[in-house]
């Protein structure tokens, strides 16, 4: 396992980021929209650094496939609390990576009419897109390769580190 980001690199792009939605967000009470599971931790921190009113809520998908790679099928497995019409919302993400999750849960959410539908993920694997999605708000965009960490597991496991890590090819658990 090798360390990506540092717990000092993500929390300092966490305040940067913050810094920017509140500015564009002056006046308004954004919904940040969190996909479970592995965006917990980035929307966890993301919120205490955001000084505005905002509500959360959460959204969870699965795709089928094995661990690694996605199948292209995505399924809702648990809805929104609220109603979004009319609301400025952000989808939170972990990682962005063949697109496919983001552009379903985008196509889902516009058909409710919020008010404006923003994207903001904490690592982009922009070269593995396959579909076009547009990403608002990104932590960092990161080469291929399988990580783990501040949310995001290896088989549920992992997901508490406090930095980023890249399993390497020869990992043993
Ligand atoms: C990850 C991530 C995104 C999706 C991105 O979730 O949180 O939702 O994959 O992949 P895509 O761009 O190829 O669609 P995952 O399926 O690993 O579930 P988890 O967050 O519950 O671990």
């Given at each position: 396992m ?12 966490i ?7 509140h500015?564009?967000?002056?006046g ?11 965006s ?5 921190d993301l919120i205490?650094e955001?000084e ?17 790679t ?6 809702l497995?648990k ?12 989808i ?12 379903y ?16 993920t904490?690592?982009?694997k ?13 932590g960092?965009?990161?080469e291929?390769?399988?990580v ?7 088989a ?8 980023v ?9």
């Amino acid at each position: 396992m090798r360390v990506l980001l540092s717990e000092q690199q993500i929390q300092e792009r966490i305040r940067e980021i913050a810094t920017q939605i509140h500015t564009d967000y002056e006046g308004k009470k954004p919904i940040l929209i969190g996909i479970l599971k592995g965006s917990f931790v980035f929307l966890s921190d993301l919120i205490r650094e955001l000084e505005m009113e905002l509500e959360v809520d959460f959204m969870a998908t699965s795709s089928y496939g094995d661990a690694t790679t996605s199948s292209g099928v995505v399924q809702l497995t648990k809805d929104l609390d609220v109603a979004i019409e009319g609301r400025d919302v952000i989808i939170v993400e972990d990682i962005v990576d063949t697109g496919l999750t983001l552009r379903y849960l985008r196509q889902l959410l516009l058909q409710r009419f919020p008010a404006s539908l923003a994207v903001c993920t904490l690592l982009d694997k922009s070269a593995r897109r396959q579909v076009e999605v547009p990403v608002d708000y990104c932590g960092f965009d990161i080469e291929d390769g399988f990580v783990v960490g501040y949310g995001i597991d290896y088989a549920q496991k992992y997901r508490q580190l406090r930095f980023v890590a890249i399993i390497e090819e020869d990992f043993n658990e």
